[in-house]
């Protein structure tokens, strides 16, 4: 027993549904809708396999050890370490969330212990809570006026983050105090030889 099927059709004077006539033309949804579907699942999925294989290749699969972790801190992807244990004001650096810049300097061990930028940070060498050769970076930051002093020293110019910046003051106080030091010993030596 076939069921008959109503649809209706919408005209200007439409006040009731009734049965299209055969000459009204059928919209595609409904040519669609009364098509017999006889393809099973598994054609389907073979079908769709097949596409896909065609317009993009076969796909390298990547082991998830190889896989490149790309992050804005890391744009490039490469695996970056440190030389040794980081902690900026007491919590522990991590590498994925610093950029190259920050470990280049570092890793650089141009880094030494003491007091720079207006005495504001305070570099010391340690070991951390894993018994392992540490770099303890710290500043005071509690208050907002904290806040305000060390950051209008360090500025965030040249698309460089705060502490990209403050490892490149303390670098630059370093070496001018090296070149200071050169300075008075080459003066005490020409003193004592005149």
């Not at 040519?31 to 290749?57: C, D, F, H, R, Y």
């Not at 280049?104 to 720079?116: C, D």
């Not at 303390?170 to 030091?181: F, L, M, N, P, S």
Request: hydrophobic share 30%; proline share 4%.
């Amino acid at each position: 027993m076939a069921a008959k099927k109503i649809v209706t059709v919408v005209t200007e004077d439409a006040s009731e549904p009734r049965e299209p006539e055969e000459s009204e033309p059928k919209s595609q949804v409904e040519s669609i809708a009364q098509t017999p579907i006889n393809v099973s699942a598994q054609v389907l999925a073979e079908a769709i396999v097949k596409a896909g294989e065609q317009t993009t290749g076969q796909r390298r699969k990547v082991p998830f050890g190889m896989h490149k972790t790309r992050s804005p801190f890391n744009p490039t992807g490469k695996t970056r370490k440190l030389n040794r244990v980081v902690y900026q004001s007491g919590v522990r650096l991590n590498v994925k969330t610093l950029t190259d810049g920050e470990i280049e300097l570092l890793n650089s061990g141009q880094i030494a212990p003491g007091r720079y930028i207006d005495k504001l940070v305070t570099v010391k060498f340690g070991d951390s809570e894993e018994g392992e050769s540490a770099l303890f970076i710290s500043y005071k930051n509690k208050t907002a006026d904290q806040r305000m002093a060390l950051g209008s020293r360090l500025g965030t110019g040249g698309g460089k983050t705060g502490f990209e910046n403050m490892l490149r003051l303390i670098v630059a106080e370093i070496e001018d105090q090296k070149r200071t030091e050169k300075a008075r010993r080459r003066q005490e030596v020409e003193e004592a030889m005149s």
